[in-house]
C-alpha cells in the first residue's frame, strides 16, 4: 500500500501536480541521459527527481535513480548529482526533487561524465522508497573497447549487480580492484585460472585486446577490503561511475572473501655436480648512510635503522631464495662500501 501511494506521488509529480520549482521544465532522468554519450540537455537547469540509490562518503555526491524506468536499454535510468557546496545529502532510500544544471564533466581525453550540479533547490518527497532493482551483469563485451564503452554508458548512473565474480587485480592504494564476471572468467579469453590474473591479447592487424570485460570496483561509496587474483566475489551491488578515465561500480553491498596470504616464496632449483649459478639481482636503491654533497641522494640516504633492515631482507633473498648462487651481477648499488656491507651479512 505504502509502495504504490509513493508510486502514485511520483506520478503525480511527473504530471506537474506537485510544487513546480524555477527551472526550464520538469524532465525525467532518461530525458536528461538520451541515448549518446553526452546529455541532449547539457548546460540547462532542469527540475528532475528520483530516489536515492547511493551517497558518496565525501558526502559531496549522490546518486539519483527513476524509480519505474522507461523500459528502454538505450538510455539510463540513473545520474550523478555533485556539488561541492552539498553538505547534506539526502539518505538512501529518499525520493527526491530537485532543480539542477546538466553538466558533461570531461577532463583531458576522458569520456564525457554527466553530471546534475550547481543545484539549486533539492526537496525530500518520501523516506525509505523501495530502490530500483539492479541490472544483473554475467557477461561483458569481452574485445572490442567500443562494445565496452557503449555497454557502460547505458548504465551510468544506474544500480547494478554481480554474482559470483573473480578479483583479477589486487585492491590498489586508491582503493580500487579489479573483477570477472563469471561467464567472462574463462581461459582463452586473457584470464590465466593457475594465477588469477588478466593479461592483454592480440588480436591480430596490429589491434590489442585491452580486456573491456574488466569490471572495476572502487571506494567512493564504502571502503574496499583488501583483496588479491584469485579472490572471490560472492554478490557485488553498486551504482555504475566514472572516474579518472574508468568505468567503475561504487559498491554499496559487498561479499567477498579474501584467500590466506600466500608463504613466502622459495625458488626449486634442479641441480648437479658441478653446476655454476649466474644470478642478476636488481637491490633497489641500496644507498649507505651518508649524504654525499657530490650526489643527488638526499631523498635515497636511509637512516641507520632503514638501512639495517634492508640489509638484512636483502641478504635473506640471497640465502633462501636466490640460493647463493656462486656469482651475483647487482645494480642499484651507491658504491663499493654498501655492497662490502652486505656481502658481509652473505658470508
Not at 558526502?59 to 539519483?64: D, E, K, N, T, V
Not at 559487498?254 to 613466502?264: I, Q
Not at 651518508?290 to 640471497?318: C, F, G, H, I, M
Amino acid at each position: 500500500m505504502v509502495r504504490t501511494a509513493l508510486k502514485l506521488l511520483f506520478l503525480l509529480w511527473l504530471a506537474g501536480v506537485v510544487g513546480q520549482a524555477q527551472s526550464d521544465e520538469p524532465v525525467t532522468i532518461m530525458a536528461i541521459q538520451g541515448a549518446g554519450p553526452t546529455s541532449p540537455l547539457d548546460g540547462r537547469t532542469v527540475e528532475t527527481a528520483g530516489v536515492v540509490t547511493a551517497v558518496g562518503a565525501d558526502g559531496r555526491q549522490f546518486w539519483i535513480q527513476d524509480p519505474a524506468g522507461d523500459g528502454d536499454p538505450a538510455t539510463s535510468d540513473g545520474v550523478r548529482v555533485g556539488d561541492r557546496n552539498l553538505n547534506d545529502p539526502p539518505p538512501v532510500g529518499a525520493l527526491v526533487r530537485l532543480v539542477a544544471r546538466v553538466r558533461e564533466e570531461r577532463f583531458g581525453q576522458a569520456l564525457p561524465r554527466t553530471t546534475l550540479g550547481d543545484v539549486r533547490q533539492l526537496d525530500v518527497l518520501a523516506q525509505n522508497h523501495p530502490l530500483p532493482e539492479p541490472v544483473w551483469i554475467d557477461d561483458l563485451p569481452d574485445a572490442s573497447l567500443r562494445e565496452g564503452i557503449e555497454f557502460w554508458e547505458r548504465l551510468e548512473g544506474m544500480r547494478v549487480r554481480l554474482e559470483g565474480a573473480t578479483v583479477v587485480a589486487p585492491t590498489s592504494r586508491f582503493g580500487e580492484f579489479a573483477v570477472l564476471a563469471p561467464r567472462d572468467a574463462r581461459p582463452g579469453s586473457g584470464y590465466v585460472p593457475r594465477t588469477g590474473v588478466l593479461l592483454l591479447g592480440d588480436l591480430g592487424g596490429g589491434r590489442v585486446d585491452y580486456n573491456p570485460e574488466r569490471v572495476l570496483v572502487d571506494d567512493a561509496v564504502a571502503p574496499t577490503p583488501d583483496l588479491r587474483p584469485g579472490d572471490a566475489v560472492a554478490a557485488l551491488t553498486g551504482v555504475v561511475g566514472y572516474t579518472f578515465g574508468a568505468w567503475k561500480v561504487q559498491h554499496t553491498e559487498l561479499d567477498a572473501a579474501a584467500a590466506p596470504p600466500p608463504g613466502a616464496p622459495v625458488s626449486a632449483r634442479w641441480e648437479r655436480p658441478g653446476t655454476l649459478r649466474v644470478t642478476t639481482f636488481n637491490l633497489e636503491n641500496l644507498f649507505d648512510t651518508e649524504n654525499d654533497p657530490r650526489k643527488d641522494d638526499e631523498d635515497s640516504t636511509p637512516t641507520p635503522q632503514q638501512l639495517e633492515v634492508k640489509l638484512a631482507k636483502l641478504a635473506a633473498a640471497l640465502e633462501l631464495e636466490l640460493a647463493l648462487p656462486e656469482i651475483v651481477v647487482l645494480q642499484e648499488a651507491e658504491n663499493q662500501a654498501v655492497l662490502a656491507a652486505l656481502a658481509a651479512r652473505v658470508n
